[in-house]
């Protein structure tokens, strides 16, 4: 049996002050009722340092939302997994559709990301997902294998790896998958890591979903058979809308 896995990603939202009011609300909404869950928060870089004192003793895992692939030089505006480490992450978001969208982020970096992460000791939760586009022209499964192929290129060992899966089209939209197509997506990532990987770590990966979920639709989507829980944006900016989605996925 998978242990689900819940992460709010906060994306570019709180200063420092208001990241430690929302680490604090968060704990307090969550209370001790989220056993058999993994809980996450992924503040921006500004504020990992600060709310991870909040949430420190606590379960609820601190991490990052990006990190470069090397540890250090000239990469203006970048911040290197070893830094994350250091600065008490356990994982990083890596290949977010945001990343992709506006950074220029492609496959290849995502794989240079990922490996450079992994070989810091840090847990990698790794986003794949097709935009509308792809979806009507019936590409999704060529795009999200290319991805995860692409990705996972050279990489051996998948044991820290979570893979979310984002349709570009859900999030931030308010419109979510529906649980049968989420379900769908998520059954063809596990097939092609059986392909990969061989069935037992195909079987042990855990698979979020991603994209305008919210306390109204988590149950339904967090019950399909291969949805290992979920990577929230905006209810995540909410401690007892996030505290509802990680209770429908601690049952
Ligand atoms: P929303 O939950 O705001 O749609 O964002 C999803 C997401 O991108 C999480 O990484």
Redesign the pocket.
Known sequence: MRRKIVVG?WKMNNTIAESETLAAEVLAALGDNFSGCEVGIAPTFLALESAGRIIEGSEVQLVAQNCHYENDGAYTGEVSARMLNAAGCSSV?IG???RRQYFGETNATVNLRIKKALSEALNVIF?VGETLAERESGVTGSIISSQVREGLEGISDISAIVI?Y?PVW????GKTASSAQAEEVHLLIRTLITELYGDAAAQALRIQY????KPSNAAELFAMPNIDGG?????SLNAADFAAIVKAASH
């Open positions: 990603n978001i977010h559709s945001e986003c979310a984002e859900a999030i931030g939209t991603g994209g305008s979920v990577l929230i944006g905006g209810a």
